[in-house]
DNA sequence: GCAATTTGACCAGT
DNA sequence: ACTGGTCAAATTGC
């Protein structure tokens, strides 16, 4: 309510795991109406000694437990210029499996998930535009997932993308390096901020979302 | 001792 | 009045 306000959002459905590659702080949980499981907020844990201002949702969905709907909502001003932001340019765009820039110049670094190897896609939105960046370091939750789905909505939702059920199929996907880059696979919120944030923009086939 | 998590309370929007 | 999001004190783990 109040952070979503109207706020657009990025969801992303994922399995395995919750983390990003970003640093998040739980502030709360909470039991929502029509769902069985109980809603994370997060925050990033730089909240507070740079005020970044980025948060987000999980919720693990009813119907299959393994799957959790990420949503977030502002954009990370943390990671910038700093040493995620290194890494970043250090590594290559070699693989960006995961993470999808939505438009900022520099590729947002990112990193989905760098601790964790396993982890697959994230999408972050915002509305302030600013880049997004990574971190190094992940902080792992105890979710398992073994796929994902990436799902953009500026309102509610969406539906689920194709892209999910090519993911489904790729059952296991082993991360290649545990520390995958951060660069990899960036999406620039910035686009997501100027445009409409349709799913179109995402060519989920063209993404490798997994790996 | 410090930092992160948990959890109940409070607040805002509908 | 109800629901959802955030705050903050208490608790727990490192």
């Known amino acids: 309510m109040r952070a979503s306000g109207g706020e657009k959002a990025a969801r992303v459905e994922r399995r395995r795991t919750a983390e990003d590659g970003f640093i998040w702080r739980k502030y709360g949980q909470k039991e929502i109406h ?36 990420i949503t977030y909502f502002g954009d990370h001003t943390c990671c ?10 250090a590594e290559d765009v070699k693989m960006q499996p995961f993470v999808i820039n939505f438009g900022s110049a520099t590729a947002s670094s990112g990193s989905p998930w760098l601790s964790s190897p396993s982890d697959t896609d994230d999408v972050r939105r915002s509305d302030s535009g600013a880049s ?13 997932v073994k796929e994902a789905k990436v799902e953009s909505t500026s309102e509610d939702s969406q539906t689920v993308d194709p892209a999910a059920a090519e993911l489904s199929s790729s059952a296991d996907f082993s991360c290649a390096s545990p520390a995958w880059d951060p ?27 997994f790996q």
């Open 34 to 69: 029509n769902n069985k499981h109980p809603r994370l907020y997060f925050r990033c844990t730089y909240k507070h000694d740079i005020g970044c201002p980025a948060t987000r949702q999980v919720q693990q969905a009813e119907d299959d437990p393994s799957l959790y709907v």
């Open 132 to 144: 997004g960046s990574s971190q190094a370091v992940c902080s792992p939750e105890e979710f398992e």
């Open 183 to 209: 660069l990899s696979g960036c999406l620039d919120w910035d686009h997501f901020g100027d445009s409409p944030f349709d799913c179109e923009f995402l060519d989920f086939d063209a993404i490798p979302l």
């Open 80 to 89: 910038q210029g700093d040493a995620a932001g290194a890494v970043l340019e």
